[in-house]
């Protein structure tokens, strides 16, 4: 069974561009979250997403969204990007949101 | 707001020594998990813990959780080098908002 994917894996922007990171959960999940981790933060919640629906968001700006498709793939978006949003970007799936998640590889994000 | 305390962040032990990272968190939870991190590498799920005095053992490592102090252990035994990883522990809130709220993780160095 195929893990979570996640691309790219790698990104180098400049301030002020947006990006769009792309997650696949594993087959059959259908709740999908996204973390940012970085070394002083830590695992911060962004987002979680269940049959197309943002269930919980987490605290950060407007300039991070989300979205669900229908086969369950989730998207993020990062507009107008800071030096401060360069991490680590975690995908993670679960079958439901209650349940153990799995996560993704990541995407790390560098911001020049 | 329900915030998850691990420690310690960083541990340096031998092969062959017990040691326990600890987990507390602030408000009530109906699930904790453990997951660990290997570095450059993404997370993968140890265990997860839904009732009071649950015990889950896999290998050297064997977690726990006590509700009533809110906290949680994750004990090593005859620790071996393949442990060398962070380990997180993760709280899921409970009530409305049930966002999944990450310890800093801990460093753990086994050395020979």
């Known amino acids: 069974k195929a893990g979570v994917t996640q691309t790219p894996r790698y990104l180098i922007k400049t301030r002020g561009q947006q990006v769009t990171l792309s997650c696949s959960p594993i087959?059959?999940?259908?709740?999908v979250s996204w973390y940012q981790q970085t070394p002083g933060q830590g695992l911060q919640f962004l987002f979680e997403y269940f049959s197309e629906t943002q269930r919980n968001k987490g605290n950060f700006p407007g300039r991070f969204s989300g979205r669900q498709f229908s086969n369950s793939r989730s998207e993020m978006n990062v507009s107008t990007l800071e030096l401060g949003d360069s991490a680590l970007y975690l995908c993670?799936?679960?079958?439901?949101?209650?349940?153990?998640?799995?996560f993704g590889p990541g995407t790390r994000l560098l911001v020049l | 707001e329900l915030k998850v305390e691990q420690n310690p962040l960083f541990l340096s032990m031998q092969e062959g020594k017990n040691y326990t990272i600890y987990c507390n968190y602030s408000?009530?939870?109906?699930?904790l998990y453990w997951y660990r991190q290997d570095p450059g590498k993404s997370l993968e799920s140890l265990f997860v813990?839904?009732?009071n005095g649950a015990v889950k053992q896999e290998g050297r490592l064997m977690a726990s959780l006590d509700t009533k102090a809110r906290l949680s252990t994750l004990h090593i035994t005859a620790a071996v080098h393949d442990l060398s990883a962070t380990y997180f522990c993760a709280v899921r809130n409970a009530g409305n908002n049930r966002k999944l709220i990450w310890g800093l993780g801990t460093s753990l160095a086994v050395n020979p």
């Open positions: 408000t009530t939870s109906d699930r």
């Open positions: 813990l839904l009732s």
């Open positions: 087959s059959g999940h259908r709740s």
């Open positions: 993670a799936s679960s079958f439901v949101p209650q349940e153990t998640q799995y």
